[in-house]
C-alpha cells in the first residue's frame, strides 16, 4: 500500500502531559510526523490537534486506533478524504532596502501575503495558506534573501455545517465504530 | 467552616481507597518519599510484604494478579525505588497484567529540581504504562486510585503508575470517595461486535476445511475455556495455544495439540501453514509465533478475534477482524453454529504426530543422566498435573511448556512478551498469596534464578512455602543454544559458575536439596513436598542440551530445526 500524507484532528483533554504521550506515542511506534499543532477549542478544557503524517491506509488505521489507547484522547478524525480547509500561517523576514522594497511588496500582493513588520534594511511577512503556497511564496522570496522564517504548522477543518453532528463523540474507523459510549 | 475531626492526611485516603478496591496485599519496600505512607500503613488490614529490590515487589504483584485475576499492588519510594520497578511495569505491559504501582515523590514544591531520590517516573514510564498520574493534592488520591484500578483492569488490561508528592500523603483534606462509576469521556473499553461481522465467521467457520484455532491470553483473561471447549466439540477444530494461552483449553483433552510457534511442536506448526482457517482468539500474532510474516499460514482465511483494535492487522493481515471480548464473541457466535466433522484433516495432523513422536525425548533412554525435559515430565507426572508452575525465561521454559501438561487456566505463570529473566521466583511469592491452596513451584535456570535470588529472603522472612526447581545447566542455556546453532559454537559470555545452591538455601534457613541422577527426582520432590518453607531443588541437568524444534528467527514457521532422532550423546553416554 502507498505511503500518502494524511490529516488526523485529534481531540484531547487539556491536561499536563498529553502532548507528550502523543509524541511518545508516534515516535515509539515510528510514526513520521510532519507537521502537529495544538491549541485550545471554544469548549473549555478540549484541545485540538492537527496532526499530518506520512502512512498508508494500514497505518492510519492503526495510528487512530492507537491514539485511541491513550486515556486523555477524546477522539481522531482523519480527514484525509474528506473536504476541508488546511491552512498553515508563516512568517518570513526578507532582506530588502529601499531599492528591494517595492518589488518585494508586489510579491506579496500576488500571494497576498501581508507586510507585518517594516525595518531600514528587512521586510516581515505575514502569509496563510496552504503549504504549496506558502512554498511558492519561500521561493521567489529567497533570491532577495530570506533572514527568518517560522511556520505555525498546519490546521484543518472539514467543510460544512454539521461536522459534529454527523461524528459525534464516537469515532468512525471500522474497527473503532463499535465502541459503546460507556 | 472545616471540621478538623472528619479531615485525614493523604496517606490515610491512599490506604483507605486500596482497602475500597479490595486490596489484601501489597509488595513494597519503603524510602524517604513514600514515608508517610508506610506510617499510616499498619492501621488498614493490608498484609504488606517486604521485598528485597523493588523489580521483585512488581514481578510479585504481576504473579498475583495473574494467579487471582484481581489486581496487583506494589508500593515503593521515589527515584531508584521507582525505576527498580520498571522491567516489571514492562513485563506487565507486554503481558497485558493489570497492577497499580504506587510511587512516592518529592515534595511538590521540589518537584523538577533535581532533589534527593527525585526521578520523572510518570515519564520515564509513560511508553511502558497503560497510563499513569502524578498526584500533588490529597484531595486527587481518592479519585486517582479508583480510577487506577479501572483502568487497570478494564479492557485489555495494564500496568498503572499512581506517583505520589510526599507533602500529598501528609497533608489532610475531607477525604471523598465516590461509589459512581468511573466515567472518563477518552475511554470507551466496552465493545460488542458487530452480527454481520459473526455472520460471516460462521460462514467462514462453515466452510472451512482444514480449520484451526489459535488460542490465546485473551481466552484466560475472558474466562472464556468453557465456550473454548464448546465450540472446538461442535465443529471438531483442533487448538494450538500460545505460550501465554497455555491452560486456556485442556492440555490432556485430544483436540489440544499443545504450543504453537519457535519451540512448538512440528505438527503444530506445519498444521498451522497447512490450514485453510485460523480463527485467532485473543492474541496478538507476536514474531515468536508467525515465524516470517511473508510465509505464514498462506493457504489460510484468517478471523482475528481481539480486544484491542490496535492489534489488527499489526503483524498478521486477516481477513475478518471482530473486536470484543472473546467470551462475548465466542457466547454469541456458539448458537449460530453448526456440527462439523473433518476426518481427512484429523488423519492428517495424525500422520504429522506420528512422525514427531519418534524423536521425543522422552522415548529416548538417559544413560544416566539427567535431562531437564525429564525433569520437568517427571515434575508434571508427581504432581499429577495440578501443581501452579510460575517459570522463568529460557530453555526451561520452553521445556515447561512442551511437557508439563496444564489442563486449567491460571496454573502457568511465565513471562511471554517480555521475556523477562528473574521473574519466576518473585512472581510465585505473588501467586502463592492468590492461591494458597495451591502447590506452587518455580521452575527456573540457574541465570535467571540468580538475577532475583534475593527473594529467597523474603520467602523465609514471610513464611512463604514454594518450591523452587533450579533447571541448573551451567550456562545461560537458551543464548547458548543459539551460539550452537548459530554462531559456531563460540560459547561467549555463556558459561556460568554459580554459587552452590543447597548451601544458599541454607544460609537463608530454608531447605536445599540436589538432584544428579533421574531416579532421585521423585524423592526430591516429595521431600519438597513435605517439608514446610520453601525448598530449593538444585537439579544439575546436561549441559549441552537443546529445546527442539526450533524455528530460526525469520524462518517460515514450518522450515524448523527438528529434533535429532538419535542423540549421540546419549548413544555414549559420555560428556561431550
Known amino acids: 500500500m502507498s505511503m500518502q500524507t494524511r490529516t488526523f484532528i485529534v481531540y484531547v483533554e487539556d491536561l499536563p502531559g498529553v502532548l507528550n504521550r502523543v509524541a511518545s506515542l508516534f515516535r515509539r511506534r515510528g510514526y513520521n510526523i510532519v507537521s502537529l499543532n495544538v491549541g485550545r477549542t471554544h469548549e473549555p478544557g478540549v484541545s485540538r490537534m492537527t496532526i499530518v503524517v506520512e502512512a498508508d491506509d494500514d497505518m492510519a488505521r492503526r495510528i487512530e486506533a492507537n491514539l485511541y489507547k491513550l486515556v486523555n484522547v477524546l477522539r481522531v478524525d482523519d480527514i484525509t478524504h474528506e473536504p476541508s480547509v488546511m491552512r498553515d500561517l508563516a512568517l518570513i523576514k526578507v532582506r530588502a532596502g529601499a531599492d528591494e522594497r517595492p518589488k518585494v511588496l508586489q510579491v506579496c500582493e500576488v500571494f497576498r501575503a501581508r507586510v507585518v513588520d517594516v525595518a531600514a534594511d528587512s521586510l516581515t511577512v505575514e502569509i496563510t495558506g496552504t503549504q504549496d503556497k506558502i512554498d511558492g511564496l519561500v521561493a521567489v522570496l529567497r533570491d532577495y534573501g530570506i533572514s527568518e522564517m517560522v511556520q505555525s504548522g498546519a490546521i484543518a477543518m472539514t467543510r460544512g455545517a454539521e461536522r459534529a453532528a454527523r461524528h459525534p463523540v464516537t469515532p468512525s474507523t471500522p474497527e473503532t465504530r463499535q465502541l459503546k459510549v460507556a | ?576
Open chain 2, 1 to 576: 467552616m472545616s471540621n478538623d475531626e472528619a479531615q485525614t492526611t493523604g496517606a490515610n485516603i491512599l490506604w483507605q481507597a486500596l482497602v475500597r478496591e479490595g486490596v489484601e496485599v501489597v509488595f513494597g519496600y519503603p524510602g524517604g518519599a513514600i514515608m508517610p505512607a508506610y506510617d499510616a500503613m499498619p492501621a488498614y488490614p493490608i498484609r504488606h510484604v517486604l521485598v528485597r529490590h523493588e523489580q521483585g515487589a512488581s514481578h510479585m504483584a504481576d504473579g498475583y494478579a495473574r494467579a487471582s485475576g484481581k489486581v496487583g499492588v506494589a508500593i515503593v519510594t521515589s527515584g531508584p525505588g521507582a525505576t527498580n520497578l520498571v522491567t516489571g511495569i514492562a513485563n506487565a505491559m507486554l503481558d497485558s497484567v493489570p497492577m497499580v504501582c504506587i510511587t512516592g515523590q518529592v515534595g511538590s514544591a521540589l518537584l523538577g529540581s533535581d532533589a534527593f531520590q527525585e526521578t520523572d517516573i510518570t515519564g520515564v514510564t509513560l511508553p511502558i504504562t497503560k497510563h499513569n498520574y502524578l498526584v500533588t493534592r490529597p484531595e486527587e488520591i481518592a479519585p486517582t486510585i479508583k480510577e487506577a484500578f479501572y483502568l487497570a483492569r478494564s479492557g485489555r488490561p495494564g500496568p498503572v503508575v499512581v506517583d505520589v508528592t510526599k507533602d500529598a500523603q501528609q497533608k489532610a483534606c475531607h477525604p471523598v470517595f465516590s461509589d459512581d462509576p468511573v466515567r472518563l469521556p477518552g475511554y470507551r473499553p466496552d465493545y460488542s461486535p458487530l452480527p454481520e461481522d459473526l455472520e460471516r465467521a460462521v460462514e467462514m467457520i462453515h466452510r472451512a476445511e482444514r480449520p484451526m484455532i489459535l488460542a490465546g491470553h485473551g481466552i484466560l483473561r475472558a474466562n472464556a475455556t468453557a465456550q473454548l471447549l464448546e465450540l472446538v466439540q461442535r465443529c471438531d477444530i483442533p487448538v494450538a495455544c500460545t505460550l501465554l494461552g497455555l491452560g486456556g483449553f485442556p492440555a490432556t483433552h485430544p483436540m489440544n495439540l499443545g504450543m504453537m510457534g519457535m519451540h512448538g511442536e512440528a505438527w503444530v506448526n506445519t498444521a498451522i501453514q497447512e490450514a485453510d482457517l485460523l480463527l485467532a482468539l485473543g492474541m496478538r500474532f507476536d514474531d515468536r509465533v508467525t515465524g516470517k510474516l511473508a510465509g505464514y499460514a498462506a493457504r489460510a482465511r484468517k478471523i482475528h478475534v481481539e480486544l484491542d483494535p490496535a492489534e489488527i492487522n499489526k503483524n498478521v493481515k486477516v481477513d475478518l477482524p471482530i473486536i470484543g471480548d472473546v467470551r462475548e464473541v465466542l457466547t454469541q457466535i456458539l448458537p449460530k453454529l453448526e456440527e462439523r466433522r473433518h476426518p481427512g484433516w484429523a488423519a492428517r495432523i495424525d500422520d504429522l504426530k506420528g512422525d514427531s513422536a519418534v524423536r521425543d525425548i522422552q522415548t529416548l533412554p538417559d544413560a544416566g543422566r539427567l535431562y531437564a525435559a525429564h525433569v520437568i515430565h517427571d515434575l508434571y507426572k508427581l504432581t499429577e498435573g495440578k501443581a501452579l508452575v510460575v517459570t522463568d525465561v529460557g530453555q526451561h521454559q520452553m521445556w515447561e511448556a512442551q511437557y508439563y501438561k496444564h489442563d486449567h487456566p491460571r496454573k502457568l505463570i511465565t513471562s511471554g512478551g517480555l521475556g523477562t529473566m528473574g521473574f519466576a521466583l518473585p512472581a510465585a511469592i505473588g501467586a502463592r498469596f492468590a492461591q494458597p491452596e495451591d502447590e506452587v513451584w518455580v521452575i527456573a535456570g540457574d541465570g535467571g534464578f540468580q538475577m532475583t535470588a534475593c527473594e529467597l529472603s523474603t520467602c523465609a522472612q514471610e513464611g512463604i512455602k514454594v518450591n523452587v526447581a533450579i533447571i541448573n545447566n551451567g550456562f545461560l542455556g537458551m543464548v547458548r543454544q543459539w551460539q550452537e546453532l548459530f554462531y559456531d559454537r563460540r560459547y561467549v559470555a555463556t558459561p556460568m559458575r554459580s554459587p552452590d545452591f543447597v548451601k544458599l538455601a541454607e544460609a537463608h534457613d530454608l531447605t536445599g536439596l540436589r538432584v544428579t541422577k533421574r531416579e532421585e527426582i521423585g524423592p526430591a520432590v516429595q521431600k519438597a513436598r513435605e517439608t514446610p518453607g520453601t525448598v530449593v531443588i538444585d537439579f544439575r541437568v546436561e549441559q549441552e542440551d537443546s529445546v527442539y524444534p526450533m524455528v530460526p528467527a525469520g524462518a517460515d514457521l514450518h522450515q524448523m530445526i527438528r529434533r535429532p532422532e538419535r542423540n549421540p550423546m546419549q548413544e555414549t553416554g559420555e560428556d561431550p
